[in-house]
């Protein structure tokens, strides 16, 4: 008995491995993509404290160099104890919620998407990342 496993087993074993391998490090620099987006936008949000215009701008800035696909839908879902942001003058599917205020302060939860195209398949998923900002103070009554 020279060989234990035939080659035919072993090359599809090999193949496999690096499938999933592949895969595996595809959805990890993905989903660090899609954090990063998330927290380039909370600093956004915190820096020009709270969603207003100068912050629209600098998220639409942001999308735009950090290479974030542009269009679809934004089909967002209701928080708990969150309110939906209208984001109609972001030019990128994102979907951003603000706290109610608790002590002088509030926050935002951001949800921006990672898209997973599957070319054996055919189609294209969507997967959901939801961060929130640090506690933005608020100065006046």
């Known amino acids: 008995?020279?060989?234990?496993i035939g080659s035919i087993?072993?090359?599809?074993?090999?193949?496999?491995?690096?499938?999933?391998?592949?895969a595996f490090l595809s959805a990890t620099l993905m989903y660090y993509k899609a954090f990063k987006v998330n927290s380039h936008i909370a600093y956004a949000l915190e820096e020009f404290e709270?969603?207003?215009?100068?912050?629209?701008?600098?998220?639409?800035?942001?999308l735009g160099t950090l290479g974030y696909r542009n269009g679809g839908n934004t089909d967002c879902g209701d928080r708990t104890n969150m309110t939906k942001i209208?984001?109609?003058?972001?030019?990128y599917p994102i979907c951003i919620y603000e706290s109610g205020q608790k002590n002088r302060y509030f926050n935002y939860g951001i949800v921006t998407y990672i898209y997973l195209d599957v070319p054996l398949i055919g189609g294209t998923f969507k997967v959901p990342i939801y961060t929130e900002s640090e506690r933005i103070f608020k100065f006046s009554s």
């Open 1 to 4: 008995m020279k060989e234990a």
């Open 86 to 91: 209208s984001t109609s003058e972001v030019l």
């Open 50 to 62: 709270g969603y207003n215009v100068e912050s629209q701008q600098e998220i639409n800035r942001i």
């Open 9 to 22: 087993p072993l090359y599809t074993f090999i193949i496999i491995f690096i499938v999933v391998t592949f």
